[in-house]
């Protein structure tokens, strides 16, 4: 019969692309957007490493274009390795690292391998929109933990140990966080490390934005339990490929060859162009320099939108991000409704935002300020937008 | 519970990945392997398009970089729909064309979007060994259709109505095939549209070899029943870049964004490095001569390779392939297993091949041998060793 599959129907149009598309509509009326809704960088990979990319490309053999392992070329895994050494003091041998084709092929991948129909995943709320469809498709029964504003996004400890159980089969905690910028406390990590050898269930760790912090430093989660943390990484936000899809996953060594398997059906091996280029990237001496000069790039942004925001919408509420590329706030003083505030935002005002609801059953008058993409004086001019849209 | 799903023992090491890694141990001892195993392209891209990378890389902004749409960016897709019209006389718009990670990903979302727990899915035996697997994760009720080596592995087409049913969800053809490259009669083609007309069910036509032929021209299901078939494309073999991890798949209007929905779930974007790379291509007038180039040089591999199996191995029962890169050979007059003849061949003589019983319940005495990777002197030496190995 010629029909579909009723379990894709968990599958909608992503939230950020429904903006992009109302995007391309006004770009085709010639009418200028300002991007406060992506996490796309603004800042292109260092240009060393394109630099060994266009040699490689006169070299004439198959090398560069051939087929890889399925995990991974070793030389990328190893710089990792390194790289996590290096960063946070991890020892994750190359064993236990899977490339994979961006962030978004490891969280498919991973819940794929854990996740069985009925299972109990717990989410945090607000958090990344993309873990919700994924955890309908493969039937997890999703509770969540609503963080608040007033506590900085910070999960109450007491409110985790009520919410999971014997039956959790995991938990979700991306840190930084997006669309917050809360990054986790040592103490948080510590009591959701003790809950998973507790009740025996996954930490689910997504380190997107670990290179992105702009207060304290990163906590990582696979420290405090290693046998219990599967990590997911990408390539995305550093060395801002995002287009050319490459992240990865570490955890302990019984779930990464399942994730590898998984990973081979859906994709085969993961782009060996990328692969390259990050192998390149993270054994040069420009990684820590091209990281540093980004968070200062970036950090200069987030206090001009914040100081704009202040500005223009004093009674937003919202916290300064520690890490990675978004602002939440919460307009409740202003508005009821964030989605209809968006679409009214970008279609009368030219400001494009996410609404909290994409995020969120708790913070429905809340948006996403994106802060990375668009330069100062734009980020500062959308904001202004912003205050005059709610008035 | 820190457990694993079920749905994914399913999913095992590919078959030849586990010849792969025999081989990196004999690499290891410093022992030369001949490689008549992999579906792996010789011929390197063409160097104006790799010259059209490196300049693209020398641009300092983001657009090379970037998140591209999940369906693909459209200056590739509108390549593709003007590709196929030049080809085979195809009429598909861009609109009907999803870029996935290879073809892979595009048979993986395609099953993802239409196979449902208990549906029924006819394959050909021998067949391509990548759809079983992801059958049986699907819970699809695999059903087979022998193909007879007399009659050219040509489908049986009264075999054929006896086999598919109203209860028929999908029918899987590989043309030209893997791993007999036999390439589909137009009377097969009108059987199998009508057979789906009627009863109703999807055809997914696998058309990665489709550039690849040497005798005759190449057959599109899709023009027969454009309502009925989904074709799964990739750009692995040409333009000889299956690291890079790009292919598509085209279908009637409501099914393509479906299949786009998966892809956007599964990897958020096809890589965009490779669909600018694709699009430099396709709209290159290199594209046509390209091609015939490397279909000369695989004939004359081809042609050695028939010759010496011949020679060195008379009583070997083959078909020459019209298309594709492999011929499927029965050595059932020399050996019974060709599994542990495989790996005899490659731990004692150091050539690789693929066993039969990795396509196919039937042809339990084939292997498969490859003749694009290899230089023709190392494919006659190869075959010259296989005729050793069966005295």
Redesign the interface.
């Known amino acids: 019969?010629?029909?579909?599959?009723?379990?894709?129907s968990a599958?909608?149009?992503?939230p950020t692309?429904k903006i992009?598309q109302m995007r391309e509509r006004l770009k085709k009326e010639n009418r200028d957007v300002i991007l406060l809704s992506?996490g796309?960088?603004?800042v292109?990979?260092p240009?060393e490493v394109?630099?060994a990319?266009?040699e490689a490309?006169?070299v004439?053999?198959?090398n560069?274009?051939?087929?890889?392992?399925?995990q991974g070329v070793y030389e990328a895994r190893e710089a990792i390795s390194r790289d996590l050494k290096q960063l946070g003091q991890l020892d994750v041998p190359p064993e236990q690292i899977v490339l994979t084709?961006?962030g978004?092929?490891g969280m498919?991948s991973t819940l794929?391998?854990?996740?069985?129909p009925g299972d109990e995943v717990v989410l945090m709320d607000p958090t990344y929109f993309g873990y919700r469809?994924?955890l309908d498709?493969?039937g997890a029964v999703v509770k969540t933990v609503v963080t608040e504003l007033d506590a900085g996004f910070h999960p109450d400890i007491e409110v985790l140990k009520e919410t999971v159980s014997?039956r959790t089969?995991a938990l979700v905690v991306v840190s930084p966080d997006n669309p917050t910028g809360r990054t986790l406390r040592v103490e948080t990590a510590k009591a959701i490390a003790d809950l998973a050898q507790d009740y025996?269930?996954?930490i689910i760790t997504d380190e997107a934005y670990k290179t992105l912090i702009y207060e304290g430093s990163h906590v990582y989660m696979y420290r405090f339990a290693p046998?219990?943390t599967i990590s997911i990484n990408t390539f995305?936000k550093d060395p801002?490929?995002?287009?050319?899809?490459l992240g990865y996953v570490y955890g302990p060594p019984d779930?990464v060859p399942?994730i590898k398997?998984?990973n081979?059906?859906?994709?085969?091996?993961?782009?060996?162009?990328?692969q390259y280029m990050v192998a390149v990237y993270l054994n040069s001496e420009v990684r820590l320099r091209y990281v540093s000069e980004v968070v200062e790039i970036y950090r200069r942004k987030r206090d001009a939108a914040v100081a704009a925001l202040r500005k223009y919408l004093p009674k937003a509420r919202f916290v300064p991000p520690a890490g990675a590329m978004f602002i939440f706030v919460d307009l409740s003083s202003y508005i009821k409704n964030g989605e209809a505030f968006a679409e009214m935002l970008l279609e009368k005002y030219g400001v494009a935002v996410v609404p909290g609801s994409y995020f969120s059953e708790t913070y429905r008058s809340a948006v996403r300020v994106s802060f990375v993409t668009e330069t100062i004086e734009r980020i500062e001019e959308g904001v202004r937008r912003m205050g005059n849209a709610v008035t």
């Open positions: 019969m010629r029909s579909f599959s009723q379990r894709i599958f909608r149009e992503s692309r992009d992506t796309q960088p603004s292109p990979p240009m394109r630099e990319l266009r490309l006169k004439n053999s198959m560069l274009y051939a087929y890889t392992p399925s084709a961006g978004q092929a498919f794929a391998t854990i996740v069985e469809p994924l498709y493969f014997r089969k025996g269930f996954w046998d219990h995305s801002a490929i995002p287009g050319w899809r779930v399942k398997l998984v081979e059906e859906m994709v085969y091996c993961p782009p060996s162009f990328a």
